[in-house]
């Protein structure tokens, strides 16, 4: 057995750690973590995911658990909801021996912690029992402290939050067995020798077994001891096993809509977009602590809570920036503006890139970062302060091979306040497309666009390279760098 990284500075974990609780669910959560508190031995938890599959419904050669999703394997982020779960102790991937060194790759590359690898069989079911026998007190060489409970996950539903972790857990210390459920999309039909219709089911009596699943350790480890060959190498379903060989009758627990499988690759760009509408959803202004550049930041703050009033927009101090900003990661902002105002320099947009790089944020997410610069056109020449800002252009190229996403934004505008507003809102549209968050910014003001490029925009996937927008009362033009 291989064992992952301990991990040492790792990504700050996404969200804070009850994420996704509600009222009773956040209470029993609380309880399960207080019961070691109150004298009483806490509950010990482990996870399985099998992950030996190749994927051949999905049409690609690239086993579907290491598809790039915004260039991250699709399991990291599988491993990222489970290993941001604290009452988790260890979580066990199963993997083939030719994939092992590519997952072992993945571990240390996005700094998950509490992994094992073990080894996969050929079947679903085999490799789970692989990694059941990683836990177990009874087999040699075992390194892993045996749980009370287990949950079996799927390393291709990447979604899964606490409060279904939770729920099936306790379910399968009260029942023995637990497992998520779905109400059927279509209706299930059974066909005769002859290819015509039998019968069909009753929608509205049956219901999809989805994942995760939970168990009594010693319940799953006894029915998968027991399992016959024939259920090791065609079985697909955990909990009929628990039933057949432990008689033990497993709590059905309602699952939320985010628990789908990725099976197809139309599959992975529906993923996609949920992890871009998810690291979207806030905002972050910087500023300088100077009277007129908080002017400015104001004046962009509020107007972007008008246009967007589905996204969280906050604003902080850059002198600030070491503190401000350590919060501002754990509430999973993505997406930071650097306002400088009447000035040319990149010492404040610099300091930023670098508490983003410390953090590890980028890590697992792709951050975008627009440093914006504010120039009255009539007090500053042009051409004299655009040849100073390009020099944006090489920084940005070294900052994306960290994931971090630099687009330079220069508002060129008059001291009519209106005329800024409208020059902003022109340039901010075009500057940010990169998660794909604020294309609901609205062209209200009337200003005309002249663009130079085909696609000015700054976009994660369709157009990775860093633009310099010039934006002026008159209108936008942009520059694209090769």
Same mark, same amino acid.
């Given at each position: 057995?291989?064992?992952?990284?301990?991990?040492?500075?790792?990504? #700050?974990?996404?969200?804070?750690?009850?994420?996704?609780?509600?009222?009773?669910?956040?209470?029993? *959560?609380?309880?399960?973590? *207080?019961?070691? *508190?109150?004298?009483?031995?806490?509950?010990?938890?482990?996870?399985?995911?099998? #992950?030996?599959?190749?994927? @051949?419904?999905?049409?690609?050669?690239?086993?579907?658990?290491?598809?790039? $999703?915004?260039?991250?394997?699709?399991?990291?982020?599988?491993?990222?909801?489970?290993?941001?779960?604290?009452?988790?102790?260890?979580?066990?991937?199963?993997?083939?021996?030719?994939?092992?060194?590519?997952?072992?790759?993945?571990?240390?590359?996005?700094?998950?912690?509490?992994?094992?690898?073990?080894?996969?069989?050929?079947?679903?079911?085999?490799?789970?029992?692989?990694?059941?026998?990683?836990?177990?007190?009874?087999?040699?060489?075992?390194?892993?402290?045996?749980?009370?409970?287990?949950?079996?996950?799927?390393?291709?539903?990447?979604?899964?939050?606490?409060? $279904?972790?939770?729920? $099936? #857990?306790?379910?399968?210390?009260?029942? /023995? #067995?637990? /497992?998520?459920?779905?109400?059927?999309?279509?209706?299930?039909? &059974?066909?005769?020798?002859?290819?015509?219709?039998?019968?069909?089911?009753?929608?509205?009596?049956?219901?999809?077994?989805?994942?995760?699943?939970?168990?009594?350790?010693?319940?799953?480890?006894?029915?998968?001891?027991?399992?016959?060959?024939?259920?090791?190498?065609?079985?697909?379903?955990?909990?009929?096993?628990?039933?057949?060989?432990?008689?033990?009758? %497993?709590?059905?627990?309602?699952?939320?809509?985010?628990?789908?499988? =990725?099976?197809?690759?139309?599959?992975?760009?529906?993923?996609?977009?949920?992890?871009?509408?998810?690291?979207?959803?806030?905002?972050?202004?910087?500023?300088?602590?100077?009277?007129?550049? @908080?002017?400015?930041?104001?004046?962009?703050?509020?107007?972007?809570?008008? @246009?967007?009033?589905? =996204?969280?927009?906050?604003?902080? %101090?850059?002198?600030?920036?070491?503190?401000?900003?350590?919060?501002?990661?754990?509430?999973?902002?993505?997406?930071?503006?650097?306002?400088?105002?009447?000035?040319? +320099?990149?010492?404040?947009?610099?300091?930023?890139?670098?508490?983003?790089?410390? *953090?590890?944020?980028?890590?697992?997410?792709? =951050?975008?970062?627009?440093?914006?610069?504010?120039?009255?056109?009539?007090?500053?020449?042009? /051409?004299?302060?655009?040849?100073?800002?390009?020099?944006?252009? !090489?920084?940005?190229? @070294?900052?994306?091979?960290?994931?971090?996403?630099?687009?330079?934004?220069? $508002?060129?505008?008059?001291? +009519?306040?209106?005329?800024?507003?409208?020059?902003?809102?022109?340039?901010?549209?075009?500057?940010?497309?990169?998660?794909?968050?604020?294309?609901?910014?609205?062209?209200?003001?009337?200003?005309?666009? !002249?663009?130079?490029?085909?696609?000015?925009?700054?976009?994660?996937? /369709?157009?990775?390279?860093?633009?310099?927008?010039?934006?002026?009362?008159?209108?936008?033009? &942009?520059?694209?760098?090769?």
């Amino acid at each position: 057995m291989e064992l992952g990284p301990p991990g040492g500075a790792g990504p #700050a974990e996404p969200g804070p750690r009850l994420r996704g609780l509600r009222g009773d669910d956040r209470a029993a *959560s609380a309880a399960w973590l *207080s019961e070691a *508190s109150a004298g009483r031995r806490a509950p010990s938890v482990a996870a399985v995911l099998p #992950a030996g599959g190749s994927g @051949e419904r999905m049409g690609v050669p690239t086993p579907k658990q290491f598809c790039p $999703v915004l260039e991250r394997p699709l399991i990291s982020y599988t491993l990222q909801a489970l290993e941001r779960v604290c009452w988790i102790k260890d979580i066990v991937v199963a993997v083939t021996g030719e994939n092992m060194e590519v997952m072992k790759g993945i571990v240390q590359r996005y700094q998950h912690k509490r992994i094992s690898l073990v080894e996969a069989g050929v079947t679903r079911h085999r490799s789970i029992f692989n990694g059941l026998k990683a836990l177990a007190e009874d087999q040699p060489n075992s390194k892993l402290c045996k749980p009370e409970v287990v949950i079996i996950h799927d390393a291709v539903r990447p979604f899964v939050e606490e409060d $279904v972790l939770l729920k $099936v #857990a306790i379910a399968a210390k009260e029942h /023995g #067995a637990a /497992g998520a459920i779905r109400p059927l999309v279509s209706t299930v039909i &059974s066909p005769s020798a002859d290819g015509c219709l039998d019968h069909s089911l009753d929608r509205a009596s049956h219901r999809a077994s989805e994942m995760p699943q939970a168990f009594l350790f010693d319940v799953i480890y006894e029915a998968y001891q027991q399992c016959s060959d024939y259920d090791l190498e065609f079985g697909t379903e955990c909990l009929q096993l628990a039933l057949k060989y432990c008689h033990t009758k %497993a709590k059905l627990v309602e699952g939320s809509p985010d628990l789908w499988k =990725v099976t197809y690759k139309r599959d992975l760009y529906a993923a996609e977009s949920i992890i871009k509408e998810r690291i979207s959803q806030q905002i972050c202004i910087l500023m300088d602590a100077k009277e007129d550049e @908080e002017h400015v930041g104001r004046c962009l703050e509020e107007m972007l809570k008008k @246009e967007l009033n589905h =996204v969280k927009v906050t604003s902080g %101090a850059l002198c600030h920036a070491g503190r401000d900003l350590q919060q501002i990661i754990l509430e999973q902002c993505y997406n930071f503006v650097c306002v400088n105002v009447m000035t040319s +320099d990149f010492e404040e947009t610099r300091k930023l890139l670098n508490a983003l790089e410390e *953090s590890n944020l980028s890590i697992l997410y792709p =951050v975008v970062v627009i440093s914006v610069h504010f120039l009255d056109y009539k007090l500053v020449p042009f /051409g004299q302060k655009m040849e100073h800002l390009m020099q944006i252009k !090489e920084f940005a190229k @070294e900052v994306k091979k960290r994931n971090i996403l630099l687009c330079g934004l220069l $508002v060129y505008y008059p001291q +009519d306040y209106f005329m800024m507003q409208s020059s902003l809102l022109c340039c901010l549209r075009m500057a940010y497309t990169g998660h794909g968050g604020w294309q609901s910014l609205s062209l209200t003001t009337g200003c005309r666009a !002249e663009r130079k490029q085909r696609n000015p925009g700054l976009s994660v996937l /369709g157009n990775p390279e860093p633009v310099f927008i010039i934006s002026s009362y008159r209108g936008v033009k &942009s520059e694209k760098w090769s």
